[in-house]
């Protein structure tokens, strides 16, 4: 309710930039990427509404979903096809559409590293009067020519899509999380549902003035500056984090080769995994990269499907390359040993 600065400000001015570069946006600023999803969600449906979502959607949309109490249509992950058939059949259901309608995906998927289809997801919602929610977490400053995230990933202006939700720590690497829609969309959503922003405590504006120089810095890189590593601290990060990002997928496809669960073509961005599907085994390979000075995560239900065990890998910008071959050569010699015997 109070408690807002200049830095505040400033970081909304940045990230309307990124995501409304021809104005007429609104940004909200949380705590966290977590009360971001939770607010946004009921703030766009409610009881009665529909949402669709994709059956991978970060849990704290679904924490969202639960608080909208409108009800939830989920389809296979990726699968665009299903999606059409579920909002065939809900025209049936509703052919005025009077009811409103949301559809929800991540950009990037936090466990899989996939990309979402957004081409496909902005032809589906406009065609069946669906509003767009894409939570961009795990894309801003890590996916894309300039590292603006999902539509940068795919050369569409970012408009496209009716509301952006994302977080303020991970490759900005501050605190908070954000929400951006267009100023009548702002307007017209019912300040009842806004009450996890205002009644939770504003990001420090310490963090909030770190904030608006990383987005400034995002902001100023283009597929040049990334390319020469040249301009800013951002451009030089995100050039050595693509570099590794490559590196990594190389290692990653020789997994592939071997039949060891892996999709490094599916996964553009610093979100990487290997499927494993056996816990025993899946901590036999954490525990021996630890000890060759590898340190990696392995996943296993509920954060993941069961017989979905894996090792989740983010890939980092301060690796330098010949640790990077240095990792993926671990990688690649632990996971055979372990796997292939």
Not at 143 to 161: E, F, K, Q
Not at 202 to 216: F, N, Q, T
Request: glycine share 8%; with cysteine; hydrophobic share 40%.
């Amino acid at each position: 309710m109070s408690g807002e600065t200049l830095h505040h400000e400033h970081v909304k001015e940045e990230l309307l930039k990124l995501y409304r570069p021809a104005g007429g946006g609104a940004a909200f600023l949380t705590i966290s990427a977590s009360m971001a999803n939770i607010t946004a969600v009921p703030m766009l449906v409610g009881r009665g509404d529909t949402i669709f979502a994709d059956a991978e959607s970060h849990m704290t949309l679904m924490q969202g979903f639960t608080a909208s109490q409108a009800r939830v249509l989920r389809f296979k992950h990726g699968d665009m096809q299903e999606l059409e058939r579920k909002l065939i059949e809900f025209d049936r259901t509703d052919p005025e559409r009077l009811r409103r309608r949301l559809l929800v995906s991540d950009g990037i998927f936090s466990m899989s590293g996939h990309v979402c289809n957004l081409p496909k997801l902005v032809e589906l919602a406009r065609r069946y009067q669906c509003r767009l929610l894409i939570d961009e977490a795990h894309a801003l400053g890590a996916l894309g020519p300039s590292g603006r995230g999902t539509a940068d990933h795919w050369n569409m202006d970012p408009t496209c899509i009716d509301v952006i939700t994302g977080t303020l720590a991970k490759a900005v690497g501050a605190q908070g999380g954000y929400i951006i829609c267009n100023a009548s969309l702002a307007e017209e959503a019912s300040y009842e549902y806004t009450t996890n922003r205002v009644f939770s405590s504003g990001v420090p504006p310490s963090i909030a003035a770190a904030a608006s120089e990383v987005l400034r810095q995002m902001n100023a890189a283009t597929p040049a500056t990334i390319a020469s590593s040249a301009s800013n601290t951002f451009s030089s990060m995100y050039h050595k984090q693509r570099r590794n990002i490559g590196i990594l997928r190389d290692y990653l496809h020789q997994l592939q080769e071997m039949g060891i669960d892996t999709d490094p073509n599916c996964a553009p961005g610093a979100v990487q995994r290997i499927i494993v599907g056996n816990e025993r085994a899946l901590f036999e390979i954490q525990k021996r990269l630890y000890q060759r000075g590898v340190y990696v995560l392995g996943i296993v239900y509920p954060a993941v499907s069961q017989g979905q065990d894996q090792i989740r890998l983010t890939v980092m910008p301060v690796i330098s390359e010949v640790e990077m071959h240095q990792c993926g050569k671990a990688i690649v010699d632990v996971c055979r040993s372990v796997l292939n015997g």
